[in-house]
T-cell receptor, first 113, second 113 residues
């Protein structure tokens, strides 16, 4: 079945540091890939997405590139801020599948000033 | 305003109580979902409704009873819950057939005493 594996947290970084959160997936066919973010006390919000190989999703300074050859969708940001502290979830939907999002377990990110 | 509104935001109930969680989406989507988010566990998909028909029920105990009266509203009726049912319950909606992302509400934090 489909699965998403992301690096375990928690991750703690200083403000302005470079961020990478690794995500790899297993799925038949050609899934669409997503990163969601959950701020404290809130639901999940879509951060960015990519629907085909070599697509780059970007939003709020975050980027992730759909790498089919390595089945990866790593999240990066060049300079993090305290306000980026949240839990980040990698997810996929398999095309032609049953519309269910398959989530990773989430990575808690804490940015210290 | 997320487009998906959940009420109440917080709920405390005893094991013998009956309560309901409500979700309303204003996005014109045709599918709605209930997820359970427990501490240190992956997001669990509970129910999926597509075009107001239940299409997914992931072995959820019968003390959880969903209801989808129309494409904009989703309920989760609760009765005789257990303390381990304490969690954040997230509602989401999407437009099926487009691999579009799910849009989440802010969740209901449920505590069972």
């Amino acid at each position: 079945g489909d699965s998403v594996t992301q690096m375990e947290g928690p991750v703690t970084l200083s403000e302005e540091a470079f961020l990478t959160i690794n995500c790899t997936y297993t799925a038949t066919g050609y899934p669409s890939l997503f990163w969601y973010v959950q701020y404290p006390g809130e639901g999940l919000q879509l951060l960015l997405k990519a629907t085909k190989a070599d697509d780059k999703g970007s939003n709020k300074g975050f980027e992730a590139t759909y790498r089919k050859e390595t089945t990866s969708f790593h999240l990066e940001k060049g300079s993090v801020q305290v306000s980026d502290s949240a839990v980040y979830f990698c997810a996929l939907i398999r095309r032609g599948g049953n519309e269910k999002l398959t989530f990773g377990t989430g990575t808690r990110l804490t940015i210290i000033p | 305003e997320t487009g998906v509104t959940q009420t109440p935001r917080h709920l405390v109930m005893g094991m013998t109580n009956k309560k309901s969680l409500k979700c309303e989406q204003h996005l014109g989507h045709n599918a709605m979902y209930w997820y359970k988010q427990s501490a240190k566990k992956p997001l669990e998909l509970m129910f999926v409704y597509s075009l107001e028909e239940r299409v997914e029920n992931n072995s959820v105990p019968s003390r959880f009873s969903p209801e989808c009266p129309n494409s904009s509203h989703l309920f989760l009726h609760l009765h005789t819950l257990q303390p381990e049912d304490s969690a954040l319950y997230l509602c989401a909606s999407s437009q099926t057939g487009s691999n579009s992302p799910l849009h989440f509400g802010n969740g209901t934090r449920l505590t069972v005493t």
